[in-house]
C-alpha cells in the first residue's frame, strides 16, 4: 500500500500540471470555487510571495484538506536534512580539493 501523503501529492503535482492551460479569468479571486457548506475554505496559517511561497501554501492546504500535516511535515523535514547534508558534503569536498591544490 502506497503512503498516502504521498499519494496525495502525487494527485496534487499533477492536477496542478493539467490545470496550468487554463485561462487567466480562472486565477481571479471572483472565479475561486468555495469550499462546500458547512466546511471551512483552508487557508495557510502564514501568507508568502513568490513562487516558493506559492508552492509552500498550495502544499500545506492540500495536506490540511487531507488531513495529513504531520506525514506532510516529516518528509519535508527529511527532504530538508538530505539539502543540509549535501551542502555539507560538497563543503567538505571544495576544503579538501583546495587543501591539495596549495
Known amino acids: 500500500a502506497r503512503d498516502t501523503s504521498t499519494t496525495m501529492l502525487r494527485r496534487f503535482a499533477m492536477r496542478a500540471t493539467a490545470r496550468s492551460g487554463i485561462s487567466v479569468r480562472a486565477f481571479a479571486t471572483g472565479a475561486a470555487p468555495k469550499a462546500p457548506a458547512g466546511k471551512p475554505e483552508v487557508t495557510a ?21 487531507a488531513n495529513v500535516l504531520a506525514a506532510v511535515e516529516g518528509e519535508v523535514q527529511q527532504v530538508r536534512g538530505s539539502r543540509e547534508r ?7 569536498e571544495t576544503g579538501e580539493r583546495a587543501s591539495k591544490e596549495v
Open 86 to 92: 549535501s551542502i555539507e558534503r560538497a563543503r567538505r
Open 45 to 65: 496559517p502564514l501568507q508568502q510571495y513568490g513562487t516558493s511561497g506559492r508552492y509552500a501554501s498550495a502544499l500545506y492546504v492540500a495536506a490540511a484538506k
